[in-house]
């Protein structure tokens, strides 16, 4: 090979080369490029203002969770030291939620939240923990109130709406600490009216709250709220197979919270009204074959004494006799004893109620009570 021809060879090598490393930069280049491009933060879209629904309810739970708080029951367990003295525990029980009812201190909740508990424990929204000390309860309506000395700028009590106006398909929404989760907000809607369940002493709790507003364990005693932010119930049971929400939860009535509270605070129990009389279980009535309700006793100086009513009597041999058997109070027709119950809460005391009772082979008579107030 000539040197003309190598010379001519090598400067087309080289220039295929350098193409070659041109390619292989722009190559590269479009590579980097594309690999900045996939790390680089996408830019944002402008979000269109919150729909009108989403700002009240953003409102209403803003001003109303404030006044809800956590409570969490405490037991007292004593066990002897190795040296024979005692040590006292303090062991959580449960956990619920609560919410202020004045400025005096005076917080409300389920009676189940606080029941067997020595003592509770009540954090407010600001995460400040106050001692609690049990004022009194109601336990057919499972409510019950604490006092906690907290200074008045730190207590935000709700606004009272009524349950006797409300209406199905209205809007709730319901704040409390379920499974501990403090100040978690759940919306939805009434779903029914006049519902019936069983408080802890198995007597009818009446006219509750039916809403799809998730309810779950720790929700128990919080405030269920109207689209004002009123309180208008107080959450207290759910209906569910696997214990957590399956969309059917109740509340206590606020008109039955309003009457019942304020006779805690005063009194420390609630002052029912009462017929002044005490029952034979309805195990034993079916056992007689009776279709009533046994009065087994009549209290002295009741509106049942009054009237003439007699329970149970002795006969000369010394065998016990049934007296007046309940049939009937303000003309609707009564078995048992909570179909006795749902008409009396009905009623206030000092109320005058018509009951029809019948002793045995005697025809039905109308007897007017009135009703005095409960003495425990």
């Given at each position: 090979?000539?040197?003309?021809?190598?010379?001519?060879?090598?400067?087309?090598?080289?220039?295929?080369?350098?193409?070659?490393a041109?390619?292989?930069?722009?190559?590269?280049?479009?590579?980097?490029?594309?690999?900045?491009?996939?790390h680089?933060?996408?830019?944002?879209a402008?979000?269109?203002?919150l729909?009108?629904?989403?700002?009240?309810?953003?409102?209403?739970?803003?001003?109303?969770?404030?006044?809800?708080?956590?409570?969490?029951?405490?037991?007292?367990?004593?066990?002897?030291?190795?040296?024979?003295?005692?040590?006292?525990h303090?062991?959580?029980?449960?956990?619920?939620?609560?919410?202020?009812?004045?400025?005096?201190?005076?917080?409300v909740?389920?009676?189940?939240?606080?029941?067997?508990a020595?003592?509770?424990?009540?954090?407010?929204?600001?995460?400040?923990?106050?001692?609690?000390?049990?004022?009194g309860?109601?336990?057919?309506?499972?409510?019950?109130?604490?006092?906690?000395?907290?200074?008045?700028?730190?207590?935000?009590?709700?606004?009272?709406?009524?349950?006797?106006?409300?209406?199905?398909?209205?809007?709730?929404?319901?704040?409390?600490?379920p499974?501990?989760?403090?100040?978690?907000?759940?919306?939805?809607?009434?779903?029914?009216?006049?519902?019936?369940?069983?408080?802890?002493?198995?007597?009818?709790?009446?006219?509750?709250?039916?809403?799809d507003?998730?309810?779950?364990?720790?929700?128990?005693?919080?405030?269920?709220?109207?689209?004002?932010?009123?309180?208008?119930?107080?959450?207290?049971?759910?209906?569910?197979?696997?214990?957590?929400?399956?969309?059917?939860?109740?509340?206590?009535?606020?008109?039955?919270?309003?009457?019942?509270?304020?006779?805690?605070?005063?009194?420390?129990?609630?002052?029912?009204?009462?017929?002044?009389?005490?029952?034979?279980?309805?195990?034993?009535?079916?056992?007689?074959?009776?279709?009533?309700?046994?009065?087994?006793?009549?209290?002295?100086?009741?509106?049942?004494?009054?009237?003439?009513?007699?329970?149970?009597?002795?006969?000369?041999?010394?065998?016990?006799?049934?007296?007046?058997?309940?049939?009937?109070?303000?003309?609707?027709?009564?078995?048992?004893?909570?179909?006795?119950?749902?008409?009396?809460?009905?009623?206030?005391?000092?109320?005058?109620?018509t009951?029809?009772?019948?002793?045995?082979?005697?025809?039905?008579?109308?007897?007017?009570?009135?009703?005095?107030?409960?003495?425990?």
């Amino acid at each position: 090979m000539s040197y003309a021809e190598s010379r001519r060879r090598s400067s087309a090598n080289g220039w295929l080369i350098l193409l070659c490393a041109i390619l292989g930069l722009m190559l590269a280049k479009d590579y980097w490029l594309e690999k900045q491009a996939t790390h680089q933060e996408r830019p944002v879209a402008p979000r269109a203002d919150l729909a009108m629904n989403e700002q009240a309810t953003i409102a209403r739970f803003e001003e109303a969770s404030p006044s809800v708080v956590y409570i969490t029951s405490v037991r007292l367990e004593r066990t002897r030291s190795f040296f024979g003295g005692l040590n006292i525990h303090k062991i959580p029980s449960g956990t619920g939620t609560g919410f202020i009812w004045n400025d005096q201190g005076h917080v409300v909740t389920n009676f189940h939240v606080i029941q067997g508990a020595s003592e509770a424990q009540v954090t407010l929204s600001d995460q400040t923990v106050w001692d609690a000390k049990v004022v009194g309860a109601e336990p057919d309506k499972d409510i019950a109130v604490l006092k906690i000395d907290a200074p008045k700028s730190s207590l935000r009590p709700l606004q009272l709406g009524l349950s006797s106006d409300l209406r199905v398909g209205q809007s709730v929404l319901a704040i409390g600490n379920p499974f501990g989760l403090d100040q978690t907000l759940t919306t939805g809607v009434i779903s029914g009216l006049g519902r019936e369940i069983e408080s802890v002493t198995q007597r009818p709790i009446q006219d509750v709250i039916q809403t799809d507003a998730a309810i779950n364990p720790g929700n128990s005693g919080g405030p269920l709220l109207d689209s004002s932010g009123r309180l208008i119930g107080v959450n207290t049971a759910i209906y569910s197979p696997s214990g957590s929400s399956a969309g059917i939860g109740f509340a206590v009535p606020v008109d039955a919270v309003n009457r019942i509270v304020p006779q805690i605070i005063k009194y420390g129990r609630a002052i029912k009204p009462v017929l002044g009389i005490q029952l034979l279980s309805d195990a034993m009535a079916r056992q007689q074959r009776i279709n009533g309700i046994i009065i087994r006793d009549v209290a002295p100086g009741s509106g049942a004494a009054d009237a003439g009513l007699e329970g149970l009597w002795a006969d000369r041999r010394g065998n016990t006799m049934i007296g007046d058997v309940i049939t009937g109070i303000e003309g609707q027709d009564v078995s048992d004893q909570n179909s006795l119950y749902r008409v009396l809460d009905r009623f206030k005391v000092g109320d005058e109620v018509t009951l029809t009772v019948v002793r045995p082979g005697s025809k039905p008579r109308d007897k007017q009570v009135i009703l005095s107030p409960s003495s425990r």
